[in-house]
């Protein structure tokens, strides 16, 4: 059972890490939108995993309202339609951390692969898949609601 103790440590922690996290990751994004040297495969990136990332912390930032509203009380498919971009970006966002892995391997072992396939395909090629995980997860979820 949850006390109010826990539930404004909760709370607080939703409210802190979605600020200081959205902070961070605009950071990052206005870094790469600015700086042109930052604009390579890894910056790209690492600027989509942010703007994945500051998504996420929006859905934070809604829970974070709904229990200081003390609006948590909702069916099952409402509670799946407030939190359906959630369901979306969550997986994408788990995605590209993997992808972030794989370009820095790439990027070790197959050197000229790497120099020579140029950024937009590139980015592509590694984006698309998460963004097709998103979708399933929506459609998935969608189909048991």
């Given amino acids: 059972m ?18 200081v996290g959205t902070f961070g990751n605009l950071n990052i994004l206005c870094a790469t939108y600015q700086n042109r040297s ?11 995993l942010a703007t994945c990332d500051t ?7 809604q829970s ?7 609006l948590t ?6 509670c799946f339609w407030a939190n359906i ?12 951390i993997l992808v972030m892995a794989v370009d820095r ?3 070790i072992n197959f050197v000229v692969f790497h120099r020579k396939i140029r950024h937009r395909r590139y980015i592509a090629i590694m984006v698309t898949p998460g963004i097709a995980i998103g979708f399933i997860f ?7 609601c």
């Fill in 2 to 19: 949850t006390t109010s103790t826990d539930l404004e440590i909760i709370r607080t922690c939703l409210l802190f890490f979605a600020i």
């Fill in 38 to 48: 930052l604009r390579h495969k890894c910056g790209i990136l690492l600027a989509i």
């Fill in 55 to 61: 998504f996420c912390l929006l859905n934070e930032l």
């Fill in 64 to 70: 974070f309202i709904r229990m200081t509203l003390k």
């Fill in 73 to 78: 009380e909702s069916t099952l498919r409402a």
């Fill in 85 to 96: 971009s959630y369901v979306f970006i969550e997986p994408i966002e788990v995605y590209m």
């Fill in 105 to 107: 391997l790439i990027a």
């Fill in 138 to 144: 929506v459609v998935s979820f969608i189909s048991c």
